[in-house]
């Protein structure tokens, strides 16, 4: 469908448009059968609902209006093979101002239905940078995220379309021709340890806790069964990663919604620390501390500095039990963490002896 510089031979994107039709029929309605005379059905039972539109358009030859232009074709291509299936637009390689650049084009052109507005957040996509500049990375990713809302809600079709994003990691950077850095020509290619090292228990919290309290509704990991850079789980082995422990609890410490509300407080070091405090629908409380403080300016995967954190927990009323379970770098990368029980009387001590998490909850 491209010509030698990959752009679209087609400029009115039918022939794409045709193509997804095709896949939708080869996985959600019993196959088709091409020009050639051969019939084609997936072996898999399980139909596909979710379809995101077109990967990274910014850095795959589409800007904003010709983007526009292939989902408005696109999207009811494939409805009218299968009417019940959701969409996620743009999912962008998002880095620079690409949300500014993509958004008021496609929110202010687009007629074909939007289920989710995606985007793809990576620190960076060099080795060498230090710990210092990754983490200054995350409030930018949740000024994107206030950002698209802020466009959606210019448009009354797309004012509750949820943000997702649907690709996240520290480093989005591999290994091209050579074993050379495909984001830096010339340069070896490195595994970024931070993906999975004691780095990412303060990293993806941080993350969470920053994209959430913006508005995104999702945050998926890119990607599962890999190497120690992008891998939760090691693809030669199935074994646990420590950053597979951060993300299991975190889902299971806060609730879908309607699960939770947000609680105000207040703290005395927002530089390096960042905390997370939720009320659930059962009156339980969840108070998560992500320790993402800088041993080092210069350091890169570095240890992390300590800190002692007092939580006063008096204006929440009183409890039956407490537990605290931290992740960092002594936890159990097979086993992962255990929950320990605490007396659920204010101020409750949390020791974080580097780069981590702790997640106190009270019943």
């Known amino acids: 469908m491209y010509d030698s510089s990959h752009n679209f031979i087609d400029p009115t994107f039918g022939q794409f448009a045709a193509h997804a039709q095709q896949l939708v029929q080869y996985y959600n309605t019993g196959g088709f059968t091409d020009g050639g005379g051969t019939f084609h059905k997936s072996p898999s039972p399980n139909p596909i609902q979710w379809w995101g539109i077109y990967n990274e358009p910014n850095i795959n030859n589409l800007n904003a209006a010709r983007y526009t232009q292939l989902y408005n074709v696109t999207v009811p291509a494939m409805q009218a093979v299968d009417p019940t299936l959701k969409f996620a637009a743009i ?18 052109g687009v007629t074909a239905q939007v289920d989710v507005l995606a985007t793809h957040f990576y620190s960076t996509c060099n080795q060498r940078d230090t710990d210092t500049q990754l983490f200054s990375t995350i409030a930018g990713f949740a000024t994107g995220v206030r950002y698209i809302r802020s466009q959606l809600a210019t448009n009354p079709t797309l004012t509750n379309v949820p943000v ?32 999975s090292s004691a780095f990412f228990a303060a990293w993806r919290p941080l993350m969470f806790s920053q994209v959430g309290k913006a508005g995104a509704q999702a945050l998926y990991h890119w990607d599962f069964p890999s190497d120690v850079q992008y891998g939760e789980l090691d693809d030669q082995t199935g074994k646990t990663r420590l950053s597979y422990w951060v993300d299991y609890w975190l889902s299971r410490m806060f609730a879908s919604p309607p699960g939770a509300n947000l609680l105000a407080f207040n703290s005395s070091d927002t530089t390096d620390l960042e905390t997370l405090a939720v009320r659930n629908d059962d009156n339980s409380v969840v108070v998560m501390i992500a320790n993402h403080a800088v041993a080092s300016p210069i350091d890169n995967n570095g240890p992390g500095a300590p800190r002692t954190v007092s939580l006063d927990l008096s204006s929440l009323g009183t409890f039956s039990t407490a537990s605290l379970l931290t992740i960092d770098s002594a936890t159990d990368v097979i086993n992962g963490p255990t929950a320990a029980s ?16 702790a997640f106190v909850k009270l019943q």
């Open 91 to 108: 999912e962008l390689s998002d880095f620079g101002n690409w949300e500014q650049q993509f958004l008021p084009t496609f929110v202010s």
């Open 164 to 195: 997702w994003i649907t690709e996240n990691n520290v480093n989005a950077d591999y290994a091209a021709s050579n074993n050379l850095s495909n984001c830096n020509p010339g340069q070896t290619f490195v595994h970024d340890v931070r993906g």
């Open 342 to 357: 605490i007396a659920p009387n204010s101020p409750i001590q949390v020791m974080l002896n580097g780069y981590g998490v």
